[in-house]
């Protein structure tokens, strides 16, 4: 099982970024899906979460600006990023709890996606 990240890139202060992640493989079912992020110096910490059926969760610093969504059929997890400030600067990885053919659930985690906002 893979998980493909993209849509990072720099903008200035108050613009948008999509982000997705695609999940690929011998996967039986996705089960919730989240965007983490880690700035400079900073510990890794979950911006947004999403479960299978469509339950959503935010940090406080994103309420408002970044919503998480997801396409089942594709195994797709996007974040819109509006509104984006210096401080959302960090990369934005995503991660998935997967349900395996074997029966077993696994947590994957993605590359990772670099986010930068200039003031």
């Known amino acids: 099982v893979q998980l493909q990240a993209s849509g990072g890139g720099s903008v200035q202060t108050g613009g948008s970024l999509r982000l997705s992640c695609a999940a690929s493989?011998?996967?039986?079912?996705?089960?919730?899906m989240a965007w983490y992020r880690q700035g400079p110096g900073s510990q890794r910490e979950m911006v947004a979460s999403?479960?299978?059926?469509?339950?959503?969760n935010y940090t406080d610093s994103v309420k408002g600006r970044f919503t998480i969504s997801r396409d089942n059929s594709k195994n797709t997890v996007y974040l819109q990023m509006d509104s984006l400030k210096p401080e959302d600067t960090a990369v934005y990885f995503c991660?998935?709890?997967?349900?395996?053919?074997?029966?077993?659930?696994?947590?994957?985690w993605g590359q990772g996606t670099q986010v930068t906002v200039s003031s």
């Open positions: 991660n998935a709890g997967v349900s395996l053919p074997s029966g077993y659930f696994r947590n994957y």
């Open positions: 999403i479960t299978s059926g469509f339950n959503t």
């Open positions: 493989g011998r996967i039986n079912r996705v089960d919730d």
